[in-house]
């Protein structure tokens, strides 16, 4: 058999068979008035379903299996839990199923009821190599169907990041302006620096930080300091005011500075740096106090960039890619890319995840808004579905291709995508 349980559970939860004059193993008329709810936890794979057999109105659950006989494999003929059980369908009936005490289980076999040609679709869209397995079908999906589909998609993306960063703001007891300077710090870090970058905030609380907001020197030996990068001797003053002020600042609050070397410069452009983005992240930490607040005040995108805009790093970095070592003057302000991936990955993930958390959905669609106002990511991913006829506008579609790719196509989770269904069924 070239399918899995999961196919079964599909067709009946979408009753794609035939339910003309429909009989079961043991000849009785057979009426389907609700196939239930599908069943995510142990158990029934169907909950709350409803049929009539001969004439009697049966309410219970319902048993999925490709072999009547694997009810036994699997033990339920041990488990009163299914003793609950109305009906066992099954592609194939080649054993008599009883409850706990005795009653035989009425059965349906989908084996003759399903159209060849949803089994034949299903099984190419499981088994072709093709960049997504829709690859041929996709261009003939209504454009409607698509954008429906990638709108959902992208919520869930939403969603899953914002159980993430609410589990590290249960850690910080509830504390939403630590939240958001936490996740700010690891997504300046982008991938390669992502987690020295948490470490490095995690370290370095905000409330060290608030005491001294007023003096650009200390915040920035603060940063250079606890992420290790001030432990060597240097020759020009910058570094060496640097380390002086967090020589007396770790005593003061008993900072243990990070290992240097979890630093990685290795094939990252010299604008991309560590050292670049902690001056750049300095900058923003000196220009603007209760950050998060001012998130949720802003009224649209171009209020959100003008706190980063305004934030100007130190002229030491013109003229640095490292301490001590000079190079040509080069302008180490944060691009509009990188800029539009912390408002993607920081400023609307947190302010949908505390929209969704306080139940106000003004917060929710500022969320959305700010990625449909950004222009869409450049990468294979993107490039490969507008290859396809898929029309990318802005982040908000890139982020849902993004997603669709990773965690459905990917997986060739066909059954549970929108897509994949409307081919299907079609």
């Known amino acids: 058999m070239l399918f899995a349980e999961e196919f079964l559970h599909y067709i009946w939860q979408h009753r794609l068979f035939s339910q003309k004059n429909l009989i079961d193993c043991e000849g009785q008329t057979l009426n389907i008035l609700n196939t239930g709810i599908l069943n995510a936890n142990a158990g ?110 992208l919520v869930e993306r939403l969603e899953q990041k914002a159980n ?50 007023n003096n650009t020197t200390q915040i920035e030996a603060l940063i250079f300091g606890q992420a290790g990068f001030l432990s060597g001797n240097f020759t020009e003053d910058y570094p060496q005011i640097l380390k002086k002020e967090y020589a007396f600042l770790q005593q003061k609050y008993g900072l243990k500075p990070l290992d240097k070397t979890l630093w990685k410069f290795s094939k990252l452009r010299p604008n991309n740096f560590p050292t670049v983005r902690l001056a750049q992240f300095a900058a923003v930490v000196c220009a603007s106090s209760h950050l998060f607040s001012k998130v949720l005040e802003a009224s649209n995108i171009n209020s959100i960039k003008a706190l980063f805009n305004n934030a100007k790093i130190n002229q030491y970095w013109q003229t640095h890619f490292h301490f001590d070592i000079a190079t040509a003057p080069s302008n180490k302000k944060m691009g509009e890319k990188s800029l539009d991936l912390i408002i993607i990955n920081t400023i609307a993930i947190i302010t949908f995840c505390y929209g969704k958390q306080i139940a106000n959905e003004a917060y929710v669609n500022f969320a959305l808004n700010l990625i449909e106002g950004i222009k869409p990511e450049k990468n294979n991913i993107v490039d490969n579905f507008k290859r396809l006829g898929i029309n990318v506008l802005n982040a908000y579609d890139s982020q849902a291709l993004i997603h669709l790719k990773n965690n459905y196509c990917e997986q060739k989770k066909c059954l549970h995508c929108g897509i994949g269904n409307k081919i299907l069924n079609s």
């Open 44 to 153: 029934p794979d169907f909950n709350n379903a409803k049929v009539i057999i001969n004439n009697t109105t049966w309410a219970g659950n319902v048993e999925i299996h490709i072999k009547s006989s694997d009810w036994q494999r699997h033990n339920h003929h041990l488990d009163k839990a299914y003793d609950s059980v109305i009906l066992h369908v099954v592609w194939e009936n080649d054993a008599d199923v009883y409850r706990t005490n005795g009653t035989l289980i009425p059965a349906l076999v989908l084996k003759n009821l399903v159209n060849p040609k949803l089994i034949s679709q299903y099984q190419y869209l499981k088994t072709n190599l093709n960049w997504i397995p829709c690859e041929q079908q996709l261009p003939l999906v209504n454009p409607f169907i698509t954008q429906q589909w990638l709108q959902r998609v």
């Open 164 to 213: 993430v960063i609410l589990q590290l703001n249960q850690q910080l007891k509830g504390n939403w302006e630590e939240t958001f300077y936490v996740i700010l710090a690891q997504n300046f870090g982008f991938k390669v620096n992502a987690l020295p970058f948490n470490m490095l905030a995690q370290s370095l609380p905000q409330q060290i930080m608030a005491k001294h907001k």
